[in-house]
């Protein structure tokens, strides 16, 4: 048996717009390029669960919020990557329809990954394994042989796609197939490549 693991953020989805960004840095009455900065460099900590969201939203903004101010930022977060990849969201769909056994890995906080269950393209699939519910990162060893003990598989019948080259190399450290993301064609031909016909 071989697993599809697919990440979501820049394969399934779109890489999140900059307008978007820029949206919530305005609802939070917060200049951009300081938004920005704090959004990526606490973003690890807040898809691990080390930050709570109201710690994360502290941490970006430079001061308290309010749990009206998270709510707002949680939802319009979610929202910013809620823009689909189409292309790969096909591929996905027929992967599916033909039986393939699918999952999804992705570095992603308890709330984001309750709003990304939501979305139809996400809920089809059936096995999601979200950092913030393991306590675990990517490219970290062990979030991908949690994965595999989870999926009672070895970490040999696993392919797992990601656009970042870190995920893929620290996917590849732990046994699992890799394969970076560019786009959906190459996607295909690579797991032609990959998979057991």
Not at 19 to 30: G, I, L, N, V, Y
Not at 144 to 157: C, D, F, I, T, W
């Amino acid at each position: 048996m071989t697993w599809i693991v697919f990440d979501y953020g820049g394969v399934l989805s779109l890489p999140q717009p900059e307008s978007d960004a820029r949206e919530m840095a305005r609802a939070a009455d917060a200049e951009f390029e300081a938004f920005i900065s704090g959004y990526w460099r606490h973003r690890l900590d807040y898809d691990q669960a080390v930050l709570t969201p109201h710690a994360y939203w502290s941490a970006v903004l430079g001061r308290p919020v309010t749990h009206s101010e998270v709510a707002r930022l949680v939802a319009m977060d979610v929202a910013s990557w809620a823009h689909p990849n189409e292309d790969t969201v096909a591929l996905l769909g027929e992967l599916l329809a033909g039986g393939r056994d699918v999952a999804l890995l992705s570095n992603a906080s308890v709330c984001v990954g309750d709003g990304l269950d939501e979305l139809p393209w996400i809920a089809a699939i059936g096995r999601r394994f979200y950092s913030g519910r393991m306590g675990l990162v990517k490219p970290e060893r062990e979030i991908y042989v949690e994965v595999a003990r989870e999926l009672g598989v070895a970490p040999s019948e696993i392919v797992f796609i990601d656009d970042r080259p870190e995920n893929v190399e620290g996917a590849e450290r732990a046994g699992l197939t890799g394969v970076h993301f560019t786009d959906a064609a190459a996607l295909r031909a690579a797991l032609r490549a990959a998979l057991p016909a």
